[in-house]
């Protein structure tokens, strides 16, 4: 049997089990909790807040409620990681996740006790990605209160053969590492953004009904939920709100440390970039940057951030 049969009859195997058991939520769907992911969110719509009398939970809160805690573990017999197990055995040693997709049936409300299920969906692979060889594996969440389903996620990764691996084995192939860039997802939601940084601009998504501007890029207004958006052209002046300095795990195609910062734009929104001409020991949280354009290619152009 192939190592690939072998993946695939495990696969086969797992999906078989169907849904686990089920995990109740450490926590009832509670108004606290509900406040501080509102606040981390920056999340204002009065629908959820305290006092408005609805008692119910922004639905993108589903996850949260089976969160394992700090310190966690997933259950011995969790299809996905049984999965990722597989895989890493069988040399697909590194992991990238690549989608996520949410369905909510139901606002949940205050006092609920919340379960939730897992179970593989499916497993698809080798193929052939800018990443490495890999299968994708999708696997599937619900959440119910009672017998009743409130919400369900497919979420996808790839398991994935580091091409730096390969090229350590392979000499002859390595290519140069500058050649190889992680690229943002664009999609209609974020293809304004990305046309923009080709031509120079810094744009941010506005609503045409009320004129809030928001980012990241989505369908709908947060504020007034209307659909109808345009765009405005940043200053690209804003300062450090926030900084990460990144010396682990390695980046394909980058030296290491990287400085990303969280930058709070003029407009008043932020945007999370890479700072390019400064020291770790150097960056202090309020300092000013201006956007500049990196051109990777002809159908990316990534802005980043330089000390004014
Ligand atoms: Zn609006």
């Given at each position: 049997?192939?190592?690939?049969?072998?993946?695939?009859?495990?696969?086969?195997?797992?999906?078989?089990?169907?849904?686990?058991?089920?995990?109740?939520?450490?926590?009832?769907?509670?108004?606290?909790?509900?406040?501080?992911?509102?606040?981390?969110?920056?999340?204002?719509?009065?629908?959820?807040?305290?006092?408005?009398?609805?008692?119910?939970?922004?639905?993108?809160?589903?996850?949260?409620?089976?969160?394992?805690?700090?310190?966690?573990?997933?259950?011995?017999?969790?299809?996905?990681?049984?999965?990722?197990?597989?895989?890493?055995?069988?040399?697909?040693?590194?992991?990238?996740?690549?989608?996520?997709?949410?369905?909510?049936?139901?606002?949940?409300?205050?006092?609920?006790?919340?379960?939730?299920?897992?179970?593989?969906?499916?497993?698809?692979?080798?193929?052939?990605?800018?990443?490495?060889?890999?299968?994708?594996?999708?696997?599937?969440?619900?959440?119910?209160?009672?017998?009743?389903?409130?919400?369900?996620?497919?979420?996808?990764?790839?398991?994935?053969?580091?091409?730096?691996?390969?090229?350590?084995?392979?000499?002859?192939?390595?290519?140069?590492?500058?050649?190889?860039?992680?690229?943002?997802?664009?999609?209609?939601?974020?293809?304004?953004?990305?046309?923009?940084?080709?031509?120079?601009?810094?744009?941010?998504?506005?609503?045409?009904?009320?004129?809030?501007?928001?980012?990241?890029?989505?369908?709908?207004?947060?504020?007034?939920?209307?659909?109808?958006?345009?765009?405005?052209?940043?200053?690209?002046?804003?300062?450090?709100?926030?900084?990460?300095?990144?010396?682990?795990?390695?980046?394909?195609?980058?030296?290491?440390?990287?400085?990303?910062?969280?930058?709070?734009?003029?407009?008043?929104?932020?945007?999370?970039?890479?700072?390019?001409?400064?020291?770790p020991d150097d960056i202090k949280i309020g300092m000013p940057v201006t956007v500049d354009f990196r051109r990777?290619?002809?159908?990316?152009?990534?802005?980043?951030?330089?000390?004014?």
């Open positions: 049997m192939s190592l690939h049969d072998q993946v695939m009859a495990e696969a086969a195997r797992i999906q078989g089990l169907g849904e686990t058991a089920g995990r109740e939520a450490r926590d009832p769907v509670n108004q606290p909790t509900i406040n501080n992911w509102l606040e981390a969110m920056g999340n204002t719509n009065p629908r959820f807040a305290a006092g408005s009398g609805r008692g119910e939970a922004p639905p993108s809160m589903a996850q949260v409620w089976t969160m394992y805690g700090l310190g966690g573990k997933p259950p011995a017999d969790d299809p996905l990681h049984g999965m990722m197990n597989v895989l890493t055995d069988a040399g697909y040693t590194a992991v990238l996740g690549t989608n996520c997709e949410q369905e909510y049936v139901r606002y949940l409300r205050v006092g609920e006790q919340v379960r939730v299920t897992t179970a593989l969906d499916s497993v698809v692979g080798p193929k052939q990605t800018a990443m490495g060889e890999g299968y994708f594996v999708t696997s599937r969440s619900t959440w119910y209160v009672g017998s009743e389903v409130v919400a369900t996620m497919l979420f996808r990764v790839l398991k994935y053969k580091p091409r730096s691996v390969v090229e350590e084995r392979a000499p002859a192939s390595v290519s140069k590492p500058e050649t190889f860039v992680l690229r943002p997802m664009q999609n209609r939601d974020t293809e304004f953004f990305w046309d923009g940084t080709a031509a120079g601009e810094l744009r941010i998504q506005s609503c045409n009904a009320c004129g809030a501007l928001r980012f990241p890029p989505g369908p709908a207004c947060p504020d007034c939920g209307a659909l109808d958006r345009g765009h405005v052209v940043a200053s690209g002046r804003g300062t450090v709100f926030s900084y990460v300095v990144h010396r682990h795990p390695p980046v394909p195609g980058r030296d290491l440390p990287i400085l990303i910062a969280v930058v709070d734009l003029e407009e008043g929104v932020r945007m999370v970039g890479e700072l390019v001409n400064v020291e990777i290619d002809d159908d990316l152009t990534l802005p980043v951030w330089r000390t004014s």
